[in-house]
C-alpha cells in the first residue's frame, strides 16, 4: 500500500505516525539536529586523508560561526573541543566517514557531501521572511522529502508541530540544517527506525550536514568469526569455545533482526548489500545494521526491481533480483529472494562449514547447522510463493538448531549466558 496510512502504520507495534516524524524533526526542538553516528570503525581509509578531513571540520567550524548552520554538537565540535577529531576512516562515492572522540567516547562522523553549500538549499528563505513561511508548508515540505527517501507516504497532518519552542534567532540555520540531512536517505532510515528498533545505530547528534552515530564493532570478511569479539566484549572471548559460544549468539541476533525487519513494520525492509562490513555488533553481541544506503522498504523494492529486461540477469540489483517475464519484458515486482536467504550465504555459509571442530558443539548438531544452513542459502526454488514458505521453515530450524547449540555449550560449562 502505497498511500497515506503506509507510513501510519510503519511503528504498528510501537508507536503512531507523529513519533516517527518527531525523529527527524522535532528534535530539532529540543536542542537541535539529530544526529546518526555510523560505526565503521577498521575500514580501508582509501584516498581520504587527514589533511582533507581536518578542513572539511574546519569549513563547517566557519559556516557555524558565521551562522548559516547549527545543531547540538556544533559547539563541542567548534568551541569548547570536546568533539575531537581522530581520524580519517573512509570516502566513497562522495560519503564522508571520520571517527572522532566526544566527551570521551569514540563516535563516528557521515556526510554525504564535504561542504554544506552542496545540498540543496530551501529557495524560499531568501526569498520570505521566516515569519511568513506557514508551519503547515514546512511540515509538508519534511513529508514529501521522507517520503522520497523511504517510498512511503507520510501525511502532514498527522505529524505534529515542526517546532515547539518558537522560532528564535537559529531557526534559519536550524532549517537549513534539518534540508541537508535530509537530503541524506541514510540519515532519515536511522532517524525513522532508531526508537524502535535495536538493530539500527543510535544517534548521537549533529552539526549542519555532518551527523554521528555510536562507534562499534565492524565486521570485516578475512576475521574468523566475521567480527573482532574480543574487541566489542573484551578478552575473554578467545579460544575455539569462545568463537563457538560468539558465533552462536551473533547468529541468532542475525536470525531476530531478519525476523524484525520482515514483520514489524508495515513494510517488509530489504537489505540490498549484505556483507560483514555492513554490520556491526554492540557488546551484547546484538547485530546492527550500520551502512543502509541500499535497504529499502517494500513499495521502493518494487519502483526499484519493476523495470525493463530480456533476461533474468537485467532484474538483478546487487543482492535483491527478481525473475524476467520474457512475455512482457519486465521484470517481476516482487522480489525472488530475501533478506534470510542472502545471510545464510553470505554470513552463516563461512560460520558453519565445521570450522569449529574443536569446541564442544557436538559434530552431528555441527553437519545439521551446516546442512540448515545450505538449504536456507539454495532453497532450490524459482517461485516467490514456495520460497516464503521455505524460508520461514528455515528460520525456525535455524532458530532451532542454534539453541541446541547454546544448551551443548551451557552444558559443557563454557556459555555462562541464560539460554531463552
Keep these: ?24 524533526a522535532l528534535g530539532w526542538a529540543a536542542g537541535g539536529v539529530f544526529v546518526f553516528l555510523a560505526a565503521r570503525g577498521g575500514v580501508w581509509p582509501g584516498r581520504c586523508t587527514d589533511e582533507q578531513s581536518r578542513r572539511m571540520l574546519a569549513r563547517l567550524c566557519l559556516d557555524y560561526r558565521q551562522g548559516a548552520l547549527t545543531g547540538d554538537l556544533c559547539e563541542d565540535l567548534c568551541v569548547a573541543q570536546k568533539l575531537i577529531y581522530k581520524r580519517c576512516l573512509y570516502y566513497d562515492q562522495g560519503k564522508k566517514v571520520i571517527q572522532a572522540d566526544w566527551r570521551g567516547r569514540p563516535v563516528i562522523l557521515k556526510s554525504k557531501k564535504e561542504i554544506f553549500s ?15 513561511i506557514p508551519e503547515s508548508d514546512l511540515l509538508l515540505m519534511v513529508a514529501l522529502e521522507i517520503k522520497n527517501a523511504l517510498g512511503l507516504e507520510l501525511p502532514s497532518n498527522t505529524t505534529g508541530p515542526l517546532w515547539t519552542r518558537g522560532r528564535g534567532p537559529q531557526w534559519k540555520a536550524q532549517l537549513a540544517s534539518m534540508w541537508s540531512l535530509l537530503q541524506q536517505e541514510e540519515y532519515i532510515y536511522f532517524s525513522v527506525l532508531q526508537d524502535f528498533s535495536k538493530h539500527v545505530l543510535r544517534v548521537i547528534g549533529s552539526c549542519g550536514h555532518f551527523y554521528a552515530v555510536e562507534y562499534l564493532t565492524a565486521g570485516h570478511a578475512w576475521h574468523s568469526t566475521l567480527f573482532s569479539v574480543e574487541d566489542a566484549v573484551g578478552v575473554s572471548f578467545s579460544g575455539i569455545e569462545s568463537k563457538a559460544k560468539a558465533v552462536t549468539e551473533i547468529a541468532i541476533s542475525f536470525l531476530d533482526m531478519v525476523n524484525h525487519f520482515d514483520n514489524d513494520f ?70 525472488a529472494n530475501n533478506n534470510l536467504q542472502v545471510i545464510c550465504d553470505k554470513i552463516f555459509r563461512p560460520w558453519f562449514s565445521l570450522n569449529l571442530r574443536g569446541s564442544t558443539v557436538s559434530f552431528p548438531l555441527q553437519l545439521q547447522l551446516q546442512k540448515a544452513v545450505h538449504d536456507c542459502a539454495e532453497p532450490g526454488y524459482d517461485d516467490v510463493a514456495p520460497l516464503h514458505r521455505t524460508s520461514l521453515a528455515s528460520l525456525s530450524k535455524l532458530y532451532q538448531l542454534l539453541r541446541a547449540s547454546q544448551i551443548e555449550l551451557q552444558k559443557s560449562g563454557s556459555y555462562s549466558r541464560p539460554v531463552h
Design 1 to 24: 500500500m502505497r498511500g497515506a496510512p503506509a507510513l501510519r502504520r510503519l511503528a504498528r507495534r510501537r508507536c503512531p505516525a507523529a513519533v516517527l516524524l518527531a525523529v527527524g
Design 118 to 132: 552542496s545540498y540543496q538549499r530551501l529557495g524560499f528563505l531568501e526569498e520570505m521572511e521566516l515569519e511568513g
Design 266 to 335: 508495515s513494510h517488509r525492509l530489504h537489505l540490498c548489500d549484505i556483507k560483514p562490513e555492513n554490520f556491526a555488533i554492540r557488546n551484547d553481541l546484538t547485530v546492527v545494521a550500520i551502512d543502509v544506503d541500499m535497504a529499502f522498504f517494500e513499495p521502493k523494492m518494487r519502483d526499484i526491481l519493476e523495470q525493463n529486461c530480456t533476461g533474468d540477469e537485467d532484474c538483478n540489483f546487487f543482492d535483491c533480483f527478481s525473475k524476467c517475464d520474457l512475455r512482457s519484458g519486465k521484470c517481476g515486482a516482487v522480489r
